[in-house]
T-cell receptor
Framework: GNSVTQMEGPVTLSEEAFLTINCTYT??????LFWYVQYPGEGLQLLLK?????DKGSNKGFEATYRKETTSFHLEKGSVQVSDSAVYFC????????????FGAGTRLAVHP | GAVVSQHPSWVICKSGTSVKIECRSL??????MFWYRQFPKQSLMLMAT?????????EQGVEKDKFLINHASLTLSTLTVTSAHPEDSSFYIC????????????FGDGTRLSIL
């Protein structure tokens, strides 16, 4: 079946530290991959995406590369800020059908000054 | 562009009442809308997929008669929680997509439902 596995949180970092949040997936076919961010009390915002192998998605200093050989889409940022504190969801979308997204469990990031 | 508005953002009501949540796409036509439920500190659970002008497709384990979904136009979908009870308290989030393959979903800000 199709599934997404994320590293468990919370992840606690000091400001300007390097961030990695691991995400691996299992899928039939060739999914598109996404990272969404959820700030407290809000819905989800699309952070970045990649639609095929070796694509790199990037936005606001965050990056993730679609690695087909390791079925991974790890999220990275070189220098985190307090404002990056949120919950991050990795998700995959199976082509065809009704664009159903399959989410990982989410990883909470807390950045301290 | 691609703004989704959800209303209300927070609702508190008595057990036994019905509650309607609206999801609107403000600047695009949403062929497909999705309704999710999120428990505290957990991921999003897809409840149902609705396409404009047709019946919603519910995920396994979601009661159709409990969670009524209507997608009457290309910009509006509603979720009605009928005869709500405390166990229905949760964060409900909608999303909308233009429907073409691989189009991203755009999410509303969610509705926090508290049943007393």
């Amino acid at each position: 079946g199709n599934s997404v596995t994320q590293m468990e949180g919370p992840v606690t970092l000091s400001e300007e530290a390097f961030l990695t949040i691991n995400c691996t997936y299992t899928a039939t076919g060739y999914p598109s991959l996404f990272w969404y961010v959820q700030y407290p009390g809000e819905g989800l915002q699309l952070l970045l995406k990649a639609t095929k192998a070796d694509d790199k998605g990037s936005n606001k200093g965050f990056e993730a590369t679609y690695r087909k050989e390791t079925t991974s889409f790890h999220l990275e940022k070189g220098s985190v800020q307090v404002s990056d504190s949120a919950v991050y969801f990795c998700a995959l979308l199976i082509s065809g059908g009704y664009n159903k997204l399959i989410f990982g469990a989410g990883t909470r990031l807390a950045v301290h000054p | 562009g691609a703004v989704v508005s959800q209303h209300p953002s927070w609702v508190i009501c008595k057990s036994g009442t019905s509650v309607k949540i609206e999801c609107r796409s403000l600047d695009f036509q949403a062929t497909t809308m999705f309704w999710y439920r999120q428990f505290p500190k957990q991921s999003l659970m897809l409840m149902a997929t609705s396409n404009e002008g047709s019946k919603a497709t519910y995920e396994q384990g979601v009661e159709k008669d409990k969670f009524l979904i209507n997608h009457a136009s290309l910009t509006l979908s509603t979720l009605t929680v009928t005869s709500a009870h405390p166990e229905d308290s949760s964060f409900y989030i909608c999303s909308a997509t233009k429907g073409q393959p691989d189009q991203p979903q755009h999410f509303g800000d969610g509705t926090r439902l508290s049943i007393l």
